[in-house]
T-cell receptor, first 117, second 114 residues
Framework: AQTVTQSQPEMSVQEAETVTLSCTYDTSESDYYLFWYKQPPSRQMILVIR??????QNATENRFSVNFQKAAKSFSLKISDSQLGDAAMYFCAYSPHSGAGSYQLTFGKGTKLSVIP | DSGVTQTPKHLITATGQRVTLRCSPRSGDLSVYWYQQSLDQGLQFLIQYYNGEERAKGNILERFSAQQFPDLHSELNLSSLELGDSALYFC?????????????FGPGTRLTVL
């Protein structure tokens, strides 16, 4: 079974600074998807960024970028120019690349990010 | 707003009771996923339906069941409720099929079992 580990239960960052959230995963598959989801206090789950394992290029979305190390099974999220609205719980997630059309997500335990004004 | 609706928003009930949570996917989405978020277990996948048929099953208890109706809305039925079933239950929808399509999450149903 796949597992996703987030070793940092809580982190904080100064507004406008950069922070990196860590994630490792375990899988025997060679093709899969990785995600970072954001859950603000409203509890809404919001997709931040997605990475396909077969793509060597790291995904970026505006101020959010990832460092995907497939051999090390590591998938970290970098948030640049942190804003107060970035304060949330961040979940790393894994999905199989399923020819059967099932892409269920396996989540890590989450990292609570605080942004200090 | 993701376009996915879930009702009710909050549900308070007693141990041993049965409840039904409802999910309406985004227009055109064929696939519905159910997830449970609890303090003990974190976020975990329960079950997926695609166009009315069960597609994948995760850590879903035998006391729980789900279905997807012809109009594509889905219901998650929880019976013989226990205190540990208190959690936030999310549904997510996607167009489904292959290749991967983003899952859009609903706002969740907060279930409290007393």
């Amino acid at each position: 079974a796949q597992t996703v580990t987030q070793s940092q239960p809580e982190m904080s960052v100064q507004e406008a600074e950069t922070v990196t959230l860590s994630c490792t995963y375990d899988t025997s598959e060679s093709d899969y998807y990785l995600f970072w989801y954001k859950q603000p206090p409203s509890r809404q789950m919001i997709l931040v960024i997605r990475q396909e394992a077969y793509k060597q290029q790291n995904a970026t979305e505006n101020r959010f970028s990832v460092n995907f190390q497939k051999a090390a099974k590591s998938f970290s999220l970098k948030i640049s120019d942190s804003q107060l609205g970035d304060a949330a719980m961040y979940f790393c997630a894994y999905s199989p690349h399923s020819g059967a059309g099932s892409y269920q997500l396996t989540f890590g335990k989450g990292t609570k990010l605080s942004v200090i004004p | 707003d993701s376009g996915v609706t879930q009702t009710p928003k909050h549900l308070i009930t007693a141990t041993g009771q049965r409840v039904t949570l409802r999910c309406s996917p985004r227009s055109g989405d064929l696939s519905v996923y159910w997830y449970q978020q609890s303090l003990d277990q974190g976020l975990q996948f329960l079950i997926q339906y695609y166009n009315g048929e069960e597609r994948a099953k995760g850590n879903i208890l035998e006391r729980f069941s789900a279905q997807q109706f012809p109009d594509l809305h889905s219901e998650l039925n929880l019976s013989s409720l226990e205190l540990g079933d208190s959690a936030l239950y999310f549904c997510a929808s996607s167009p489904g099929g292959f290749p991967y399509n983003e899952q859009f999450f609903g706002p969740g149903t907060r279930l409290t079992v007393l």
